[in-house]
């Protein structure tokens, strides 16, 4: 089993939905957990990270985390189509610094 | 803050050639990350330092590969005897002490093409 897994879609989502993004993760002991969006060609940025089981909210984002379930997901509410994209999730592993996943592609459609 | 910067943007080489990639970091960063993408994947993590210091490496970095920052600033990777599955896009990232709350900035990559 991968350390960090995301379905790499894509997900299409109608503009104003709320897209939703998920990610699972197999190391128990993972504490901090990140989401990333990547344009095509571009390199990744940070949009949210979370440590707390429970929701934390950014404007249109919000992150969700329940480390029993081992789970970890992305909301984005009014989806734009500025917002299709690839969403990466990460998390640190043992000593790896941050393990990434393959990514799900979102688009967003007008 | 001028961000991290990755010189070149491209390179074009062909196999069995060396090549040598270069990351400048955020200034006040003190880690420094090398990380790999290939297309549909995730970044894939190679190497990372903390200062000087070369903190861990994958196992999935083979001997061709080898990594510094010298005087913990800028950090050189370098890949020696290219094969075509080292085609790829190169990503170097810096942050302050762990992730904390400002996670990781990327350079804008070294895309690798080797031929």
């Known amino acids: 089993q991968k350390e960090v897994e995301q379905n790499s879609g894509p997900l299409s989502v109608p503009e104003g939905a709320i897209a939703s993004l998920n990610c699972t993760y197999s190391?128990?002991?993972?504490?901090?957990f990140f989401w990333y969006r990547q344009y095509s060609g571009k390199s990744p940025e940070l949009i949210m990270f979370?440590?707390?089981?429970g929701d934390k909210e950014d404007g249109r984002f919000t992150a969700q985390l329940n480390k029993a379930s081992q789970y970890v997901s992305l909301l984005i509410r009014d989806s734009q189509p500025s917002d299709s994209a690839t969403y990466l999730c990460a998390s640190p592993v043992g000593n790896t610094p941050l393990v990434f996943g393959k990514g799900t592609r979102l688009s967003v459609i007008a | 803050d001028t961000g991290v910067s990755q010189d070149p943007r491209h390179k074009i080489t062909k196999r069995g050639q060396n090549v040598t990639f270069r990351c400048d970091p955020i200034?006040?960063?003190?880690?420094l990350y090398w990380y790999r993408q290939t297309l549909g994947q995730g970044p894939e993590f190679l190497t990372y330092f903390q200062n000087e210091a070369q903190l861990e490496k994958s196992r999935l970095l083979s001997d061709r590969f080898s990594a510094e920052r010298p005087k913990g600033s800028f950090s050189t990777l370098e890949i020696q005897r290219t094969e075509q599955g080292d085609s790829a896009m190169y990503l170097c990232?810096?942050?302050?002490?762990?992730?904390?709350?400002?996670?990781?900035?990327f350079g804008s990559g070294t895309r690798l093409t080797v031929v």
């Open positions: 990232a810096s942050s302050l002490a762990g992730p904390g709350d400002r996670g990781y900035t």
């Open positions: 979370i440590y707390s089981n």
């Open positions: 200034s006040e960063h003190n880690r």
């Open positions: 190391d128990r002991g993972s504490q901090s």
